[in-house]
C-alpha cells in the first residue's frame, strides 16, 4: 500500500500535516482520491458529479503555495460535496432531474472557506431529491448503498456524501441538514456528523429546501476532523442575512479540556417515544455509562414537546418548501418543458422535472399555507415550534447537552419504508427537534449492533455550545472506539 493510500484511509488531520510536512503533494493525494471516487460511484452510487479538472487545479495551488510556507489547516485534504451546494464549473442538480445540466457560476460560502484552508473538491454527492428524505431513495438518479451492508440505505438525505466518507473515498464530505440530513446519515454509516447554531455556517450557496432550518455541516470520520471542518466553515457571511455577527466558538481547544464535571441530559422521551431498537437502547445506555466514568453527571432531563416535534417539522418545512421550490418553473430555473401558454409551461416543466416525494411536499406546503387553513396548520406549528424552543431553554437550565440516538433504528433495507410516507418521516423522530429550535447537534459513533452495523449517539446544546458538543463526542469515541472499524464494503 502506497503512502497516498495510507493517508486516505486514516483521518483528514494527518493527511494534512502530511501534505504541509511536503511528505506527499496534494496533486498526488488529489490524483489517488479521484481514482477512489470513480470507484465509490460504481459501487454504492455515492456521486453524481465530479471534479477532475477543478481538484487537479486547486491540489496543484496547495503544493504551489505550501511550497512558499502557507500553512493550511486542511492540505489536500478531498473534500465531497453534496449536490444541493454550488461548487464553481460542477454541476449542481440537488439529486433532482428538474435541474439536470445546471453549473453552479460560483461557489457557496461553506465550500470557499473550506477550499481556502487547503481543502480539494473531488466530486459532488448523491442525495435525496432537494433534500428531502431519509434513506437516499428519493434521489431523481439512483439510490445509494451503505458501505456497511449494500442491501441497506446509508440514510438521507446526504446519504452520498456519508456513504462517499465511510467507504474511504474522501476523508470529509459536506451536506445541508434541515431535519436530521447530516446526522441522521451520519449515523447509519458510522461517521461523526454535525449541524451548527443555526445561522453560525452561511447558507450562501445552499439550493434552499426550508429557509428557517437548513444548515450546512460536515462529515468526517474523527471527531478532531469533524471539529476542524467546523472552525473553517463556520464565521459570518455579509452575503447570508442569517448569519451570526457574534465570534465562532473555540472548538479544538474545549476539546482538549474533556468532560469531567459537564452536566449531561438523558432524553427521558427518547424511551417513551422513539420505539427505540433493542441495540440503540443499550447502546443509549452504554453511552451514558462511558459518559459518568470520564468524569460527566448523568441526569435525566425532559423536553416534553418532542413528541410533537415530526408533525411540526413536516408542516413548517413543507410550507417553505412549497415556496422556495416555485422558482423551479421553466422559467427561471429548471429545465423547461411544455409550450404554448404560461400555464402549459409550469405544468409540463414540474410535471416532469420533480419526482413524487418532492410533489407530495409542494402538495402539503401549499395546503397548509392556502386561505383559510393556513391558521390551523403553518400558523399553530409555528406556535408549536416556539413552545418547544421554551421546553429546551429550560432543559438548558439543569444540563449541559442532551443525549439521545440520532436515530430509533440502525440502518433498514432498501424499500422498508417507501410505502410508507409516515414511517420514513419517523425516522427524524430525534434529528428534527434541534432543527426546529436552531440548536447545534452532532452525531457519533457509539457501538455496532448485533448485526454489525453503526448505532450513533446524539447530543444536543444550546446556542453557541459546539465546544461542549465536541468534547462530549470526543469522549464516546474514545470510549466506542469504532472510529478504527473500517465497513465491511468500503473500497
Ligand atoms: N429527513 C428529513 C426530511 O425528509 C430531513 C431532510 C433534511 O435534513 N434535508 O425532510
Redesign the pocket.
Known sequence: MSAVDRLLDGPAADLARAVREREVTAVAVAEKALGRVRAAADRHGSYLWFAEDLALAQAAEVDRLVEHGENFPLAGVPLAVKDNIHVETLPSTAGSKILAGFVAAESATCVRRLVAAGAVVVGKTNC?EF????SNESSAYRPVKNPWDPERVPG??SGGSAAAVAARSAPLAIG???????R?PASLCGLVGWKPTYGRVSRYGLIA?ASSLDQAGAFARTVEDAALAFREMAGEDPRDSTSLRTPVPDVLGRMKKGVEGLRVGLLLEAEAEGGLAPDVRKSFEGTAELLRKAGATIVEVSVPRVPMAVPV?YLV?TAEASSNLARFDGIRYGARRGDGDLASVYTGTRSAGFGPEVKRRILLGTFALSAGYQDAYYGRAERVRALLRRDFDAAFLKVDAILCPTSPETAFRFGAKTADPLQ??L??VF??PA?LAGLPALSVPSGLSSEGLPIGMQFIGPVDSEPVLFALARSVEEGAGVWTLKPPDAL
Open positions: 435525496d433534500g428531502m428524505g431519509s438521507g438525505s445541508t441538514d434541515t431535519g436530521g440530513s447530516v441522521q429546501f417539522y418545512a420514513m418521516y425516522a427524524d434529528t428534527v432543527s
